[in-house]
């Protein structure tokens, strides 16, 4: 069974860098044609992809958020860091990580909200 | 730049079909692309793959009421036999990056 959670801090202040942590179980990064992504979500908002990293390390930013993301991956540890620069109140949002497989599909963790405010 | 572009809304009676619709941007016909489901409060859900050949993988647990396919750049979902926890927000996405703005499902 493949689980994903996400965690960090929910609170963060403005110009602060958030670093969210998704800690998987149930595959391998290291498998091909795995990926990892951070996708989130603005309250009432639609979902937003952010950033996605491939087994192979190959990796994948939203070209309007590019220059403030970095994603990193620990294969020992089963995890997948990303960091988010110079917060600001509208990236306050659920952020997901979410797994996909090309032949399994695409499993979604349960979600962090995040809140950025002074 | 690939996009891809969903109508906001959708409506449909209870136990009839609706076929909901994601156009990638012109070149990008090849794409495959994933289907998700969003119900009030809950997180996203995975429903399915569906190919550029029209054949579609569905996720665990998918009831066959579901269904994917596929005609040049435009990608769709069916639901069939519609039911009160299908009103939901659906959104598209392709494999791994891109969202659609997602379709508001109201089921009348």
């Known amino acids: 069974q493949i689980t994903l959670k996400e965690s960090g801090p929910t609170l963060v202040k403005p110009t602060q860098t958030l670093t969210l942590t998704c800690t998987f179980s149930?595959?391998?990064?290291?498998?091909?044609?795995?990926?990892v992504a951070w996708i989130r979500q603005p309250p009432g908002k639609a979902l937003e992809w952010l950033a996605l990293?491939?087994?192979?390390?190959?990796?994948r930013y939203s070209p309007s958020l590019k220059s403030r993301l970095t994603i990193t991956k620990d294969t020992s540890k089963n995890q997948v860091v990303l960091t988010m620069t110079n917060m600001d109140p509208v990236d306050t949002a659920t952020y997901y990580c979410?797994?996909?497989?090309?032949?399994?599909?695409?499993?979604w963790g349960q979600g962090i909200l995040v809140t950025v405010s002074s | 730049q690939l996009v891809l572009t969903q109508s906001p809304s959708a409506s449909a009676s209870l136990g009839a079909s609706v076929k909901l619709t994601c156009t990638l941007s012109?070149?990008?016909?090849?794409?495959?692309i994933a289907w998700h489901q969003q119900q009030p409060q809950k997180g996203p859900r995975y429903l399915m793959k569906?190919?550029?050949?029209?054949?579609?993988s569905k996720g665990d647990g998918i009831p066959d009421r579901f269904s994917g396919s596929s005609s040049g750049t435009e990608r769709y979902l069916t639901i069939s036999s519609l039911q009160s926890e299908d009103e939901a927000d659906y959104y598209c996405?392709?494999?791994?990056?891109?969202f659609g703005g997602g379709t508001k499902l109201t089921v009348l």
């Open positions: 979410a797994h996909s497989n090309p032949n399994n599909g695409v499993t």
């Open positions: 149930g595959f391998s990064l290291s498998t091909s044609g795995v990926g």
């Open positions: 990293i491939y087994w192979d390390d190959d990796k």
């Open positions: 012109s070149g990008h016909s090849s794409y495959a």
């Open positions: 569906v190919n550029s050949d029209g054949s579609h």
């Open positions: 996405q392709t494999w791994g990056t891109v």
